[in-house]
């Protein structure tokens, strides 16, 4: 059996590959150990020969063994850390014909080594495992289903609420999403709108039974925390009543962590901005086997790029929160809805063009995105939305 060790070098959810000629596959930085050669000396070796770069740390992850061309190899591979001022090239332009950064998620598009394969599959499963344990810890419930989109975790919840006969489905006026009403329309539930204070919700507006379940975001439009989110779950314990908990914005708080259902998007423009993918999490074991039956798409695996993103949540919600404070002192002369209350977006209201205009143009002056309302998902009067959460 032929001996082999490479790196695993991966960033922002890319692994880098190069393209061997001989056999028009990609693989992985590495080569033959030679004589007595410690096999991390090798894919240190390996790794300056073929790209000109040193590995700042490398850290054993595994072998895997695999045929090719009638020879059977024992592949060894360390994950890698390079230093960020390294700019690795093709050294031996004879072996290797282009050099790649690949998206993790794409691995199944193209032709890869067998060893490069296995690791993969193996590296996924861990990353999976990994990105588990953090949302179980951050919704504070034992089960958890990745979905590709936070519409698709949306649409189990209320598919398993038609299920248990819960017909009236509770939903914001305002500070909610659109697919809430959407897909309880396609489902033939019954549509209760609840009354909020522009996107605050009031126990006292909430008339919950046992053939109830109620969506409540608890980061409503982004930008107010709904900080009796508690309250609201004794409530639907007292009335046998299913609370859903949207956490898209509130993911990292303690708001994120009440709720029967709890679902969210990792989409664009996202707290945990991943560009694709959702989950849902219940302590249920029936909801959860319900959800995995129903949940017939086929997922990316985009596990590594969502751990990146959880583990610097913490940081990004600072960011959010900072930006947040700082906005909202250099408009305090303005109508700023709920300015007291914590969130992430900052909505001000308006009562003419002029106040409108200087609005947007400190918007752009800040290279600040924003959207103007009345909408739905922010509020239903005039106002400027200034959208902290996409940056």
Not at 145 to 171: H, Q
Not at 256 to 281: Q, R, T
Not at 367 to 373: D, G, K, P, S
Request: aromatic share 10%; proline share 2%; net charge positive.
């Amino acid at each position: 059996m032929i001996e082999l060790s490479g790196c695993s070098i991966i960033e922002k959810g890319r692994i880098l590959l190069v393209k061997k000629k001989k056999e028009n596959h990609y693989e992985l930085p590495g080569g033959k150990v030679i004589g007595r050669e410690k096999i991390k000396d090798t894919a240190a070796r390996e790794l300056k020969e073929e790209l000109g770069i040193k590995a700042a740390r490398l850290d054993y992850f595994g072998s895997f063994d695999f045929s090719l061309n009638e020879r059977m190899f024992r592949s060894h591979i360390f994950l890698a850390e390079i230093d960020s001022n390294q700019e690795p090239r093709i050294l031996e332009p004879e072996f290797f014909s282009e050099m790649l950064w690949l998206p993790i998620r794409d691995h199944k598009q193209f032709r890869l080594s067998p060893n490069v394969e296995q690791f993969l599959v193996k590296y996924l499963e861990g990353m999976k495992k990994k990105c588990d344990s953090i949302l179980q810890n951050l919704t504070n419930k034992k089960h958890i289903l990745f979905t590709d989109r936070g519409n698709s975790s949306i649409w189990l919840a209320l598919k398993l609420m038609k299920k248990l006969g819960k017909s009236n489905i509770l939903m914001p006026d305002q500070g909610g999403w659109f697919t809430y009403r959407d897909f309880s329309k396609r489902l033939k539930l019954n549509i209760i709108t609840y009354k909020t204070d522009y996107g605050l919700v009031k126990i006292e507006n909430l008339s919950l039974d046992a053939n109830s379940a109620i969506f409540v975001n608890s980061l409503a439009g982004y930008f107010v925390e709904i900080q009796n989110i508690s309250e609201i779950q004794e409530l639907c314990r007292k009335k046998d009543a299913v609370l859903i908990n949207d956490v898209s914005g509130s993911i990292g708080s303690e708001l994120a962590k009440d709720g029967d259902i709890v679902l969210g998007s990792f989409g664009e423009g996202k707290p945990i901005n991943v560009e694709y993918g959702g989950f849902i999490a219940t302590d249920n074991k029936e909801f959860y086997d319900f959800f995995s039956g129903k949940l017939n798409k086929k997922l990316k695996e985009f596990y590594q790029e969502l751990y990146e993103k959880l583990i610097n949540l913490g940081k990004r919600r600072e960011f959010f929160s900072s930006l947040n404070k700082k906005i909202k002192e250099d408009l305090k002369e303005y109508n700023i809805v709920h300015r007291a209350i914590p969130g992430i977006n900052v909505v001000i209201r308006f009562s003419n063009e002029k106040e409108k205009e200087e609005l947007i143009g400190y918007c752009k002056k800040n290279n600040f995105e924003y959207r103007l309302c009345p909408r739905y998902n922010r509020i239903k009067e005039d106002a400027v939305s200034i959208e902290v959460k996409r940056l």
